[in-house]
């Protein structure tokens, strides 16, 4: 009687161990097909990063077919764009057993990049050793171009492209710091059309936003690359000279953006001119921080216009 017992004990025992394998074999399909049909990518490496399993959405975000792909590292698809402090670090957090999160900018098979934002952890075994990383990404490629765009947006004249009054004063406050420390010289160029008024009322607003375009793009080859041409707003242009003392002055430049603007703008069937007057004010000769130097180019801005118009001279501090 008692060895029965005991025989439909073990029956029991390795009943309930078949049920809970064949639960666990279940769970395990239902996982298999779910990183199968994930929408991100999956990509699973042995401890020392080799390789082991992509999912489909792997292969279709990067072009690589598994055989491509499978007992590679990971670093075939490295971009350019993080240092070796990053990777350093992201090894350093993973094999600490702790999970990695951040931004890949990487490369596909095609050669084009992708930021895609991932997570990385550790998988242990039962004695708490590392065995494998599980590696998930999702490409946000769009998500980064689109900031980039709202960035621009934020910081750009939306009629002419160029920097607006927010993006100048920023680079502006720069320039302070960088020539206070290098005991430096620079020049602010303020410059206000002459005639624009007369050509926006005669053609409409139109015409007068073409007009406003020419003449940021025309400013712009007046300058070097180096330095900061913005808008402040209607028909007010400001031009930041960085270190004068590497370059030409800037009452040469100031003559270039007048000899630049005297030629007629042809704006498809309308071709009209419009002169500039131009104020000069120099760091530190006429004030150290940026709201005093510009007011010293505005005003000498306007003595450019009772001198005549279509001229610049310099604040009177500098002269």
Request: neutral net charge; aromatic residues 8%; glycine residues 8%.
């Amino acid at each position: 009687m008692r060895g029965h017992e005991e025989c439909e004990a073990k029956n029991r025992l390795l009943k309930d161990r078949v049920t809970e394998l064949q639960r666990s074999t279940t769970e395990l399909r239902k996982l298999a097909s779910a990183v199968e049909h994930s929408p991100i990518s999956v990509m699973i490496t042995d401890i020392n990063g080799t390789i082991e399993y992509v999912n489909p959405k792997f292969c279709q975000v990067t072009g690589y077919l598994p055989g491509e792909i499978l007992g590679q590292n990971p670093r075939v698809l490295k971009g350019n764009a993080q240092s070796q402090q990053f990777y350093s670090d992201l090894w350093q957090t993973i094999l600490s057993k702790r999970e990695w999160h951040g931004e890949f900018h990487n490369r596909n098979k095609d050669g084009s990049l992708v930021w895609e934002l991932a997570s990385i952890s550790p998988v242990c075994d039962r004695s708490g050793a590392i065995t494998h990383f599980v590696g998930v990404k999702e490409d946000i490629s769009e998500l980064k171009r689109l900031q980039k765009e709202l960035g621009q947006m934020a910081h750009s004249d939306e009629l002419t492209g160029l920097p607006n009054r927010a993006l100048f004063y920023d680079r502006l406050d720069q320039v302070i710091i960088q020539a206070r420390r290098n005991q430096s010289r620079f020049a602010l160029l303020f410059a206000d059309l002459d005639g624009f008024k007369a050509v926006n009322d005669q053609h409409g607003h139109q015409v007068g936003d073409r007009l406003l375009q020419e003449v940021a793009r025309r400013l712009i080859f007046c300058v070097r690359e180096s330095n900061t041409v913005a808008r402040l707003g209607g028909d007010e242009f400001i031009i930041i000279l960085n270190d004068m003392n590497q370059w030409e002055g800037p009452g040469i430049v100031a003559q270039k953006v007048l000899e630049g603007l005297s030629a007629p703008f042809n704006l498809g069937e309308l071709v009209c001119g419009v002169g500039v007057s131009i104020g000069i004010s120099i760091y530190p000769d006429d004030a150290e921080d940026s709201q005093k130097l510009i007011s010293c180019a505005d005003f000498a801005m306007y003595e450019a216009k009772q001198a005549g118009r279509n001229r610049f001279r310099y604040s009177s501090k500098g002269r």
